[in-house]
């Protein structure tokens, strides 16, 4: 009988073998109840407003005005209270005491009307509000007015969206810098503390308890409620292998895995001492982009081949998940929110539709040219689906070629505009919360604006008239309504192409407790806490 590689490192991890273990691991102390170490995905961004991908570090450092609960209503955060005006276009705003920056200073209004103005400069929900806004200032030090020039009925909710770029509350100095420039101090006023002494870029980066935050009193509740910390510091590890992870929440190395391989769940569960965990209650779509300003895929016909070739089935089993993990999406509004539909979903078919993707690709007089895939190496899952896909299109006459590099390479790389030969590219594939798809105004996904879109830079006036009147209609029924015309459109221009909707358990030790359940990406360090084994 052949033993694979991967049977061997699962033998490996049964027998409680730390298979090869970082050192900074083998250093460290497990019985630790005030440090917690969890393996997380690498930083390369840390201003939230410079990249979307520096959320999950902000969210532990930067409070923000306004938060979802886990039902993804708005409640008050760093704001105590708030009021409108009678004719709804004046927002008066004041923040709850005690609020300080890690540096001493304190929290003021000034702070606030920067850190927005800043975030609306890249933010789909804030440019609306600015779009809208007469004014937005100081009223005294704690009180900040946003005056409208019509009524904006989802002003709170653009706020406290977590669909988008978080709107992290930095120091005026700070907010002050374009949001193109990024900021590198990390001095928030969250419940944690960037200990910039102890980051080890790809190693491991440190967070320590803002003795100085001062809670809301209300129980945690998704991102809202008390962000109460248990523990002295994090340590968010980098370990690029996911069975070493593993490995090292076997031998009691580390506590927290975010992101554990699907095929060692069985092993996981086996684990008297380990606990998986469905902290992401909503799961996460993962999706492609097609950049629409180069060629083939600037030809609505290519873009329509993709989503007649595309078999989410078979795409998400080979990325890894198993298949009682995931489920196809047909709406651009995903699976779980009130606005998901199955208008213009004629396309979907099980095991794709290989001959009419063929004949779409020659109506749009595709001949050979190369069709470069991004695939990030430390991605496990959407590195295997990128490998997928670029086999799958190659099997059906299209020149696909992977270019790999880690996700920060696929970050800086997707900005490019250009073609090929300038290190341009045609096909990224990514990940959005499905829970979040319910917010056509601030998830940049939706954005049909070209050059000021999203990734890929879909262009489509009549759907952008569509979107833009999300904002004007009150009822349920109306926004229903109007998804529908929405993605009627959306499926014949094709901006986001779906390839499945995954649920992905985080592994623990069971000596972990206290993981907050949410509606987005970003794992809470809050309200954890550890037991001696």
Excluded at 425 to 450: C, H, K, M, Q
Aim: aromatic content about 10%; glycine content about 8%; overall charge neutral.
């Amino acid at each position: 009988m052949t033993i694979t590689r991967r049977e061997i490192i699962k033998a490996g991890l049964a027998a409680g073998t730390a298979v090869s273990m970082p050192t900074i691991l083998r250093a460290q102390t497990p019985n630790d109840v005030r440090t917690v170490r969890w393996v997380a995905p690498n930083i390369f961004v840390f201003d939230p407003i410079f990249s979307i991908e520096g959320a999950y570090h902000a969210y532990q450092i930067y409070d923000t005005l306004l938060a979802l609960d886990s039902k993804g209503i708005p409640q008050p955060q760093m704001v105590g209270k708030w009021g409108l005006s009678e004719d709804k276009k004046t927002y008066t705003f004041q923040l709850r005491e005690g609020l300080t920056f890690h540096d001493g200073s304190p929290v003021t209004a000034a702070d606030c009307v920067a850190s927005i103005r800043r975030w609306s400069q890249v933010d789909s929900g804030g440019k609306l509000i600015m779009a809208r806004a007469k004014d937005i200032s100081k009223k005294d030090e704690k009180t900040f007015t946003i005056t409208l020039n019509e009524p904006l009925p989802l002003l709170i909710t653009l706020l406290a969206s977590s669909g988008g770029y978080y709107l992290a509350i930095m120091r005026e100095k700070d907010a002050s810098r374009p949001a193109a420039e990024q900021v590198i101090a990390n001095i928030g006023s969250g419940p944690f503390k960037f200990n910039n002494a102890l980051a080890k870029p790809g190693v491991s980066f440190t967070y320590d308890r803002n003795e100085q935050y001062i809670s809301r009193q209300e129980p945690a509740d998704g991102y809202a409620g008390g962000k109460v910390v248990k523990v002295d510091r994090v340590v968010s590890l980098v370990i690029a292998d996911q069975q070493t992870s593993v490995a090292a929440l076997q031998a009691g190395e580390v506590d927290f895995v975010a992101t554990p391989p699907s095929d060692l769940y069985p092993l996981i569960e086996s684990d008297a001492n380990l606990a998986l965990e469905n902290v992401n209650e909503s799961g996460r779509d993962m999706h492609v982009r097609m950049n629409f300003l180069q060629p083939p895929f600037d030809n609505v016909k290519a873009r329509q081949a993709m989503l007649h070739l595309i078999d989410q089935e078979a795409i998400m089993q080979a990325a890894g998940f198993d298949p009682k993990y995931f489920r196809p999406v047909k709406s651009i509004f995903g699976n779980s929110t009130a606005y998901s539909n199955d208008e213009n979903t004629g396309w979907y078919k099980k095991g794709g539709d290989p001959e009419k993707a063929k004949k779409l690709f020659q109506e749009a007089g595709y001949s050979g040219e190369k069709v470069v895939i991004l695939q990030p190496t430390d991605w496990p899952t959407v590195s295997k689906a990128a490998e997928y896909l670029a086999f799958i299109l190659r099997k059906n006459g299209v020149n696909a070629e992977l270019a790999p590099s880690d996700w920060g390479g696929v970050s800086k790389r997707r900005a490019n505009k250009g073609p090929i030969e300038d290190g341009g590219w045609n096909i990224y594939i990514s990940d959005w919360t499905d829970a979040e798809l319910d917010n056509p105004i601030g998830v940049p996904l939706f954005r049909a604006n070209g050059a000021d879109a999203y990734y890929g830079w879909p262009k489509n006036d009549q759907y952008e008239g569509l979107r833009a009147r999300w904002l004007k209609v009150e009822t349920l029924e109306e926004r229903k309504a109007l998804a529908r015309e929405m993605q009627h459109l959306a499926w014949d221009f094709v901006g986001t192409l779906m390839l499945g909707q995954y649920f992905e358990p985080i592994a623990r030790r069971k000596s972990l407790t206290g993981l907050v359940h949410f509606r987005s990406a970003y794992w809470p360090m809050w309200n954890i806490q550890k037991v001696s084994a």
